[in-house]
């Protein structure tokens, strides 16, 4: 059964750091790309980030380009999104996803409707 699990997430102010953690079961990044998306309240589900089967290439949409940065723990089979310089407007539920069948990234932001399973979401809250 495939399973993605986020944690990390909390209460920090502007300009602090989190790092996101979406721990996975039921398959490997060998074959399966892992997307990080967040959804702010009345707004549509953003596309943030993308690193493709194989951990092969990693892409970042502008919004969060220079500030997040992907990373993975094979051994643990784990993903990671470190989240630096956060702002208030980064404040969203922040969720992994992963799509299966060797997918690779475009160079655009994931569209979430190209990813198979997701986790539950973590809060993130970034105060001014």
């Known amino acids: 059964e495939v399973q993605l699990v986020e944690s990390g997430g909390g209460l920090v102010q502007a300009g602090g750091s989190l790092r996101l953690s979406c721990a996975a079961s039921?398959?490997?990044?060998?074959?399966?790309?892992i997307g990080w998306f967040r959804q702010a309240p009345g707004k549509e589900r953003e596309g943030l980030s993308c690193?493709?089967?194989?951990?092969?290439?990693?892409y970042y949409a502008d919004s969060v380009k220079g500030r997040f940065t992907i990373s993975s723990d094979s051994a643990k089979n784990t993903m990671y999104l470190q989240m630096n310089s956060l702002k208030p407007e980064d404040t969203a539920v922040y969720y992994c996803?992963?799509?299966?069948?060797?997918?690779?990234?475009?160079?655009?932001?994931?569209?979430?409707?190209?990813?198979?399973?997701w986790g539950q979401g973590t809060q993130v809250t970034v105060s001014s």
């Open positions: 996803a992963a799509a299966s069948g060797w997918y690779t990234c475009p160079d655009t932001p994931p569209p979430p409707d190209e990813y198979d399973y």
């Open positions: 039921g398959f490997t990044f060998d074959d399966t790309a």
């Open positions: 690193i493709s089967y194989g951990l092969s290439s990693t």
